[in-house]
């Protein structure tokens, strides 16, 4: 298992799926609770790169409206009728 620096705002969905895109493939991030992280790999220095550069969500992104009407089945156009628009 690899150590590295822990990124400030870890997310470990997110960093997995940044790791995959650079053809690293890993399954468990170990969160040391000590400032570093860790995983298997065998490219290192790779991986640090893609773990350097991290920054991860910590706060879902807000919906559109169009996303929030679609949630409860509706869309834009509905709304317009709706409001006589």
Do not use: Q, R, W, Y
């Amino acid at each position: 298992m690899k150590t590295f620096a822990k990124p400030e705002n870890l997310n470990g969905a997110e960093l997995k799926d940044e790791l995959k895109a650079s053809g690293i493939i890993v399954t468990e991030i170990h969160d040391f609770s000590n400032g570093f992280i860790g995983f298997d790999t065998d490219d290192e220095s790779e991986a640090a790169k893609v773990v350097a550069k991290h920054n991860g969500t910590t706060i879902a992104p807000e919906l559109t409206v169009e996303e929030k009407l679609n949630s409860v089945g509706l869309n834009l156009e509905d709304l317009k009728t709706a409001l006589g628009i």
